[in-house]
Every structure is written in C-alpha cells, then in structure tokens.
C-alpha cells in the first residue's frame, strides 16, 4: 500500500540544515517506536498461539507432547524478542534524544547568528542614514539666507529664508520640516508654514535648541531622541540642530539655530517591517530598536514608545557587539538576537537593534 511521504522524507526538502536534522532525529525515533510496538503485538499474539497450543496439546496426551515442546519455545523465543525489543528501545530512545537535543541547539545557534546578522543590518543602514541628517543640518546652517534670516530678520529676509527651506524640503522629502529659531529660541520661520503654522513657538527648553547652543561651534549638531514633536501636528520625528553663525563663519557669533525635523517612521519603520523574516516566522517574531534603557524607539508591533523592552541580564547583552541568546521569560522561550549601533564616519546612534522570536516548546513526544 502506497502512501504520501512526509515532509522530511519529501527530496525536495533534503538541504544540510539543523532544522532537516532534527525533523529525522523527531522521524527515526517515532519510526523506532512504532516498529518496537509492532515487534510487541507480534510477540502478545505468539504467545496467545503458543498458549493455545499447549492446551491443545494437553489435551491430546502423549500424542501431543512434542507439540507441546514446541510451544513452550515459542514463549520462550517471545521471551526473548520482548526483551531485545525492549533494550532496543531503551538504548535507540536515549540516542536519539540527544541527537534530537544537539539538532535542537545546533539550529538554535544557527539561527541566533542569522538573526543577530540581521539586526546588525538594521542599525547599521539607520546609523548610515542618520549621518546624513547630521550633515544636512550642519550645510544648511550656513545657508545664506538662513543666516541673513537671523542677522536681520526683516519680513523679506524672512520669507526669502522660508521660501528657500521650502525648496529644500522639495528635494529631501524625508524631512517634515526645517526650522529657524533666533537666539532666544523662538521660530522665526521655517521651510512649510502653510502645513505646520509654527512660527512664535517658544522652543527655548527643547533637547533640540539647547544641545545645539551649548556645541562649541558649527561643526558640531544638536539633537533631539525619537519623540512626539508639536512642530509637525504630533508626529514621531527626530531633530538634528546646528548653531547659525554670523556670516556663515562655523565660529561666528551665534545668531540662532536651524532645526531639521526628520520622518522618523519613514525609515525605521520601513526598516522594520521589511527585515527579510520567513513568513512562517513572521507571527512569533519581533524586530525592534531601542536605547540603552530598552525603550522602544522603532518597532514591527509599532509599539514606539510605548513599552519598554525588559530582559534579563539586558546589561550585559547590550555590552556585546552583536550576539544571541535563548532566554526563558513568563513561560516562553524567546532566541534574543542583539547588534550594537556600529556607527558610521563621525556618526553613531548609540542604539540598539533587536530581533526576538518566540521558539516552540519542546516536548518529548
């Protein structure tokens, strides 16, 4: 009789993995199993026969008692298959087992590696990206309508300053917006007045204006972390923020700061939902970005900054370069696969990129 072949005895599914490892070390013991389990109902139905045997011949006198030798050997020879069968069973199941168990981890590391390459990409094409953003801000601090905007902020320099943002912004469309703020902190223009009517917003206590006034010159940027920013209508956004330096000099006098509001979501989150996930693996699988305290800054459940992500010995996982690790949390296994921000040229985010899947419960079945 003919039947459909399993999947780890399909040809099709015969690549050198540890998954393929261990669905035949799963395949041989259940093989082992039901071929001792037949080897017993073998052994229960002779030694049925061998026992009717003997009465029958019993009952025949002498004329049975060759048969009746014959039939005490049958259970003798059960005897003797059962307990083979039984020490086979008893040696095979504790091969296998390991061989099971090594399959187990072998895929485990396998995996934890793919994953922790994986998340290595994540950061690293962030870190990239964000570089640029430090360097825009910087440019465009000396832009000379941006500084004449601040130097003397009469309603044609300003709008000739709001007027070139604008064009600007036509050409880097990752950005929500460019702001002016004078020294004081209050936006005096900025690059979609149309779309966000933010000048006269005080911005003096922001991260962003305050980290780019305290820099020591224009080479140097501010910034402000991942956060719901009043300046575009409250969406996600990150700030970059250059001194502007009377006469474009990186050293001049400090006349105020340029701000770049950048699409936070725009890139992360497209990093995020597109990590080259199996789609088997996707459900029980999360990719995130985080910082040090483990708040959640990009997020394939789009949970950004809402939760912050706890594991145990985070510390000492965040310390690596890049690694992965099993860890058991809540009754669940989770393989942890973790890179550090690698940085690129002067730029480095500092964060960290994660990937955690939820691993199947093993059982012995």
Not at 167 to 194: E, H, M, Q, S, W
Request: aromatic share 6%; charged share 25%; net charge negative.
């Amino acid at each position: 009789m003919s039947t459909t072949p399993t999947t780890v005895e399909n040809p099709a599914s015969n690549a050198a993995t540890p998954e393929r490892i261990s669905a035949l070390a799963s395949l041989l013991r259940n093989r082992i199993r039901g071929s001792i389990q037949e080897i017993s109902d073998i052994n229960l139905q002779a030694r049925v026969l061998s026992i009717n045997a003997q009465i029958e011949a019993g009952r025949a006198g002498e004329a049975g008692r060759a048969f009746s030798v014959v039939a005490e050997e049958m259970v003798s020879f059960s005897d003797r298959t059962q307990r083979a069968a039984q020490k086979l069973e008893e040696q095979s199941e504790a091969v296998v087992m390991e061989l099971a168990e090594v399959s187990h981890r072998l895929a485990t590391e396998v995996r934890g590696t793919r994953l922790a390459d994986l998340a290595l990409t994540n950061i690293d094409l962030i870190d990239r990206n964000l570089y640029e953003r430090s360097c825009d801000c910087r440019w465009w601090a000396t832009d000379a309508a941006v500084v004449a905007a601040l130097a003397q902020p009469t309603p044609t320099n300003l709008s000739f300053a709001s007027q070139r943002l604008g064009v600007i912004l036509k050409a880097y469309t990752v950005y929500f917006d460019i702001v002016i703020a004078d020294a004081n902190g209050v936006l005096v223009a900025n690059g979609r007045p149309d779309t966000y009517p933010v000048v006269g917003t005080d911005c003096s206590q922001t991260p962003w204006f305050k980290s780019a006034v305290a820099t020591r010159s224009g080479d140097e940027f501010g910034f402000q972390t991942v956060h719901i920013s009043p300046l575009v209508k409250n969406r996600r956004a990150l700030v970059y923020s250059c001194r502007v330096c009377r006469g474009g000099d990186a050293n001049g006098e400090l006349l105020g700061v340029l701000g770049v509001v950048f699409n936070w979501d725009g890139l992360a989150q497209r990093i995020m939902h597109e990590t080259p996930i199996e789609e088997s693996k996707r459900s029980v699988t999360r990719t995130c970005i985080v910082d040090d305290d483990g708040n959640v800054l990009a997020d394939s459940r789009d949970r950004i900054l809402e939760e912050r992500i706890e594991l145990r010995d985070r510390s000492a996982l965040f310390a690596t370069k890049k690694s992965s690790q099993v860890i058991t949390t809540s009754g669940r296994t989770l393989l942890v696969a973790h890179a550090q921000s690698p940085g690129f040229e002067t730029y480095r985010t500092g964060w960290h990129s994660l990937i955690i899947e939820e691993l199947p419960a093993q059982t012995d079945a």
